[in-house]
């Protein structure tokens, strides 16, 4: 059995995405997951943060 080049694997990806074109993903990216923990420091950590300072202050 020979090995595939990386330029084959992606031809063989792009031949099997354009035959199930709305093929649920189930990976993440790695740009979600980098917007997902900035969200959750925005949501959650500052706003604690916030009282927290807002509590010391008074």
Known sequence: MEKLSL???D???RAASVAKPFDPRTEI???????VKHLWIIFVV???ACFMLYQVHW
């Open 29 to 35: 990216s790695a740009d979600a997951n980098h917007i």
């Open 46 to 48: 500052l706003p604690i």
């Open 7 to 9: 330029y084959q694997t």
């Open 11 to 13: 031809d063989i990806k």
